[in-house]
């Protein structure tokens, strides 16, 4: 193959050098009962990369986001998010969660929705981060303004993805966990919010990780995609997509773009 | 060609919104009608073979009492009504009380949801003697059996609806480090809502069975009274505008509980 792909003791010996890292994971270990999601992992997120997680089903791609955001405790090895133990992480809200389906509260309008980090954990500790943007400015972010009083009923489910992005974004956060947020949609829907959201990424700098059933998807959002492989869910490879940004959807049709999914789509079979 | 086309699209328009209206007028007109059939067949028939009136009075005789008789009727209604909303409202809260205590604490609701089914599977019309004698004649006895009657429905459908949240909120509330209060308040309570009203409906309903029943146990006052007064006396007239008082109230009390859920549910 020519392009450039790595293998994972080349991307952690990388990613301890200039930028900084937004997770790190040393031997790191998931375990449910006697059943091992996530073995042995060691990996470094870098501080303003976008990142696609890619695997077959049960390859612990979600256990991997539920890790890092503190919802699955590390049965053994490291884990430090931005420097601090996943709970100082979650208490100082340096993370935020999109999950596959908007889980929005039905009874709450979409700016409603997205003020609801703002009025939770206190009690706990948590020191609400102030945003450079308000609620209102966030959804216009999304290409919601004029519908912040909407329930999300009244909502198509790529808006209600939206507006569950300008929720995640509200407190500021320097990683974004995104898992399969757009699984659900329509392709058409899922183009344009695949635009919108590298837009969003490259205007606030926020680290993603995006965990994608689709090949094309990964190719087109990632600068390196995270390759698992199941039973026991293990890093497989950390394939570096080198495409120029900004990206467009015609990218798709270019013979750089067919050479990745190809080469991910053989990977993904022997996973 | 055009105009003719237009033509028939405007015709089938026309049509088409008949259509809805006659659809509209049937809703309506058929039940209206049915009763209207139903009541002169019933009218006629008394009337025909010489039904005594004690026995089966006829519409009219209903309605003539209804009129005449409607202070009396009232001086019913209005113990009857504060019995079964004051059962409502006891009844319903306990049951949800519960329900929030045996979403929180498996132990309670192992303790407590066995005897729950228990109390459920006793017909009203059996315990209510036991609670009278509890109680006493007074209005306790009423309001217990009353609320009791709602409880039961009310509590299974507040816990299913307190553990109706997705998975995803709670994965939600975590990542945000959120109190158990601010989880119930907050996400838990809202989420019930639904489930609560569809519960409350039933209760709604079901609480003026438990005044009236209540009532014929042991009371002076209240339609429950007077139903079993004007059995006695044979004075059917009466009798018949008292079961419809009776169902009237049910009717108000069911309407009020959906414009409240119309109004608060709005998702």
């Known amino acids: 193959?020519?392009?450039?792909?790595?293998?994972?003791?080349?991307?952690?010996?990388?990613?301890?050098?200039?930028?900084?890292?937004?997770?790190?994971?040393?031997?790191?270990?998931?375990?449910?009962?006697?059943?091992?999601?996530?073995?042995?992992?060691?990996?470094?997120?870098?501080?303003?990369?976008?990142?696609?997680?890619?695997?077959?089903?049960?390859?612990?791609?979600s256990t991997l986001l539920r890790l890092i955001s503190d919802l699955v405790p590390c049965a053994s090895g490291e884990l430090k998010v931005l420097g601090k133990t996943t709970e100082e992480a979650r208490l100082a809200r340096e993370f935020a969660f999109v999950f596959q389906d908007a889980a929005l509260l039905p009874w709450r309008s979409a700016i409603q929705n997205v003020e609801l980090p703002l009025e939770m954990g206190r009690k706990r500790g948590v020191k609400i981060p102030v945003s450079d943007k308000t609620p209102a400015e966030l959804l216009e972010l999304v290409g919601l303004k004029g519908r912040e009083k909407s329930l999300p009923h009244e909502l198509s489910g790529g808006m209600r993805q939206r507006v569950a992005i300008a929720r995640a974004l509200v407190c500021k956060p320097k990683l974004l966990l995104m898992d399969e947020p757009f699984g659900a949609l329509d392709e058409m829907t899922r183009d344009h919010l695949n635009l919108q959201?590298?837009?969003?990424?490259?205007?606030?700098?926020?680290?993603?990780?995006?965990?994608?059933?689709?090949?094309?998807?990964?190719?087109?959002?990632?600068?390196?995609?995270?390759?698992?492989?199941?039973?026991?869910?293990?890093?497989?490879?950390?394939?570096?997509?080198?495409?120029?940004?900004?990206?467009?959807?015609?990218?798709?049709?270019?013979?750089?773009?067919?050479?990745?999914?190809?080469?991910?789509?053989?990977?993904?079979?022997?996973? | 060609m055009t105009a003719t086309t237009t033509n028939i699209d405007a015709q089938i328009l026309e049509e088409e919104r008949r259509a809805v209206r006659r659809r509209k007028i049937e809703a309506v007109a058929l039940p209206l009608g049915t009763l209207i059939v139903l009541l002169l067949t019933w009218q006629f028939g008394v009337r025909l073979f010489g039904v005594p009136s004690y026995i089966a009075p006829a519409?009219?005789?209903?309605?003539?009492?209804?009129?005449?008789?409607?202070?009396?009727?009232?001086?019913?209604?209005?113990?009857?009504?504060?019995?079964?909303?004051?059962?409502?409202?006891?009844?319903?809260?306990?049951?949800?009380?519960?329900?929030?205590?045996?979403?929180?604490?498996?132990?309670?609701?192992?303790?407590?949801?066995?005897?729950?089914?228990?109390?459920?599977?006793?017909?009203?019309?059996?315990?209510?003697?036991?609670?009278?004698?509890?109680?006493?004649?007074?209005?306790?006895?009423?309001?217990?059996?009353?609320?009791?009657?709602?409880?039961?429905?009310?509590?299974?459908?507040?816990?299913?609806?307190?553990?109706?949240?997705?998975?995803?909120?709670?994965?939600?509330?975590?990542?945000?480090?959120?109190?158990?209060?601010?989880?119930?308040?907050?996400?838990?309570?809202?989420?019930?809502?639904?489930?609560?009203?569809?519960?409350?409906?039933?209760?709604?309903?079901?609480?003026?069975?438990?005044?009236?029943?209540?009532?014929?146990?042991?009371?002076?006052?209240?339609?429950?009274?007077?139903?079993?007064?004007?059995?006695?006396?044979?004075?059917?007239?009466?009798?018949?505008a008292t079961v419809f008082m009776s169902s009237g109230l049910s009717v108000f009390l069911f309407a009020t509980v959906s414009i409240a859920e119309r109004l608060i549910i709005r998702w």
């Not at chain 2, 019913?76 to 009504?81: A, I, L, M, Y």
């Not at chain 2, 409202?89 to 009380?97: F, Q, R």
Request: aromatic share 10%.
């Open chain 2, 59 to 240: 519409p009219s005789e209903v309605a003539i009492e209804f009129v005449t008789k409607f202070s009396l009727l009232m001086e019913n209604f209005w113990p009857t009504f504060y019995e079964a909303v004051l059962g409502f409202i006891a009844g319903n809260l306990a049951a949800v009380l519960l329900a929030i205590a045996f979403v929180h604490s498996r132990t309670v609701e192992r303790a407590f949801f066995p005897i729950a089914v228990f109390i459920n599977t006793i017909p009203i019309l059996a315990i209510a003697p036991i609670l009278v004698l509890i109680f006493g004649a007074g209005l306790t006895a009423k309001v217990v059996i009353a609320g009791l009657i709602c409880f039961f429905p009310t509590l299974v459908n507040m816990v299913r609806g307190l553990q109706s949240v997705s998975e995803q909120s709670l994965e939600l509330a975590r990542i945000l480090s959120a109190s158990k209060a601010e989880i119930f308040w907050k996400i838990r309570l809202p989420s019930s809502l639904p489930f609560l009203f569809s519960a409350l409906k039933i209760a709604a309903t079901t609480c003026v069975i438990g005044a009236i029943v209540a009532e014929w146990v042991g009371a002076d006052a209240g339609l429950g009274a007077l139903i079993i007064d004007s059995t006695f006396n044979f004075r059917s007239a009466l009798l018949y």
């Open chain 1, 197 to 271: 959201l590298l837009q969003i990424w490259q205007e606030t700098g926020v680290t993603i990780l995006f965990v994608t059933h689709s090949i094309p998807e990964a190719v087109f959002l990632g600068q390196k995609v995270l390759m698992l492989q199941a039973n026991p869910g293990r890093l497989r490879e950390v394939v570096d997509i080198d495409l120029p940004y900004p990206r467009e959807i015609k990218l798709r049709d270019t013979q750089d773009f067919i050479k990745y999914t190809s080469y991910l789509r053989e990977l993904l079979e022997t996973c």
């Open chain 1, 1 to 61: 193959m020519a392009e450039p792909m790595e293998t994972v003791s080349n991307i952690e010996g990388k990613a301890t050098g200039n930028r900084p890292v937004a997770a790190s994971l040393t031997n790191a270990f998931v375990k449910f009962g006697a059943f091992t999601a996530i073995e042995n992992l060691s990996l470094n997120i870098e501080q303003g990369s976008f990142y696609t997680i890619l695997g077959p089903s049960g390859c612990g791609k």
